[in-house]
């Protein structure tokens, strides 16, 4: 079932826009004539059986993107739930494996889609990463903080971009005001940072304008910058601190350091942002990135799934090698 969100209608104004606009239901697709990707990035289904026999002795450890990953790209980001399937689906790999998911919402927006207390959440593009608790290691600084769970599990959280907070929320306002009369904006607040969506912003003049709203406000905020995702601008504060950095170190703190050959990480996104975290495992030559795109895409990632379908096909296969090999989370 494919559902077109009614965006302009008739009065759609340019082709480029109708073709990327959103699709709910099984199919994400980008764009009309996406076509399969091809040989350059084999599908980590087919590639399954190698992989898994690569991971011998090694402990798996499973992270994920949400939107577009674990959840179809709707037309309401309110809206981005994943379905009941997915949520087994990940809940039975993180009985075996431990697994993290790494958004650019919120990390308490991500937990209110997913609400698995099983999984690690790193939110704000991993500026908001919970992780496990190490023994011996000193969290005294001011980015972390403890906090335990309902079940009375103690967690790290670390927030590298705590400074930028209050900042954070004066452009949040500034950002309302500066667009309340352009139809169709809606301003999410991930926290450490703000997503300016424009998925239903009709008139191209308005966009343009929006874009340069955002721009004439960092003008004043010259720690932050504006990045460009799908339908969304970014407002981020400029710190050197992003996905792959958030990967690195939930990896560290799950007890792999960077001498560890131990470790299979399979991360697995759909974003430029993911690409960051791609790069981290290229570089420590373990693991396996994985896009999802429906569609051929220069990417750091070995190799590619469809959409969230195939990933949810990934998973369940997952989930049911970790039972048939009896694989526990260490404790
Ligand atoms: C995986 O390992 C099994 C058992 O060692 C072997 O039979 C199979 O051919 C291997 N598959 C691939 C795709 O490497
Ligand atoms: C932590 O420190 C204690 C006391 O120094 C030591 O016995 C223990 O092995 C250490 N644990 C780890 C995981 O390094
Ligand atoms: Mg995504």
């Known amino acids: 079932m494919v559902i077109f969100c009614l965006i302009g209608e008739e009065k759609m104004k340019s082709i480029e826009r109708a073709k990327s606009i959103c699709f709910a239901g099984n199919n994400v697709v980008e764009s009309f004539d996406a076509s399969r990707s091809g040989a350059e990035h084999p599908s980590a289904i087919s590639s399954f059986q190698r992989m898994i026999n690569a991971s011998k002795g090694k402990q798996i450890a499973v992270f994920l993107d949400y939107d577009g990953t674990l959840s179809p790209i709707v037309c309401d980001p309110d809206r981005a739930f994943m379905s009941d399937q997915m949520r087994a689906a990940v809940r039975d790999v993180s009985k075996h494996f431990p697994t993290a998911i790494i958004s650019g919402r919120s990390r308490e927006k991500v937990y209110s889609f997913v609400k698995l207390n099983e999984v690690y959440y790193s939110g704000s593009h991993g500026m908001d990463t919970m992780g496990p608790t190490q023994e011996n290691k000193s969290y005294d600084d001011k980015y972390h903080y403890k906090t335990i769970d309902e ?71 010259p720690e932050f910058h504006m990045t460009r995702g799908k339908k969304v601008l970014e407002i981020r504060p400029s710190i050197e601190w992003n996905k792959g950095h958030a990967l690195e170190y939930l990896l560290d703190n799950l007890g792999f350091n960077d001498n560890s050959k131990n470790i299979l990480p399979i991360y697995i996104g ?56 009896h694989h526990h989370i260490q404790d």
């Not at 927030?159 to 999410?188: H, Y």
């Not at 693991?287 to 969230?308: C, E, N, Q, W």
Request: aromatic letters at 10%.
């Open 151 to 221: 079940e009375g599990n103690e967690f790290i959280v670390f927030q590298p971009a705590k400074d930028f907070l209050p900042a954070i929320q004066k452009m949040l306002s500034e950002m309302r005001e500066r667009t309340e009369d352009i139809p169709g904006v809606v301003i999410e607040d991930n926290r450490f940072c703000l997503s300016v969506h424009y998925r239903h912003v009709k008139d191209e003049e308005d966009y343009e304008r929006l874009e340069e709203e955002v721009e004439a406000m960092l003008v004043s905020y």
């Open 270 to 325: 759909d974003d430029r942002t993911d690409e960051d975290a791609f790069k981290v495992l290229r570089e420590r030559g373990e693991g396996y990135p994985i896009l999802v795109s429906s569609k051929p895409r220069d990417t750091m990632a070995f190799h590619s799934l469809h959409d969230p379908s195939e990933v949810l096909s990934f998973l369940i296969r997952l989930g049911r090698w970790g039972f048939d090999n």
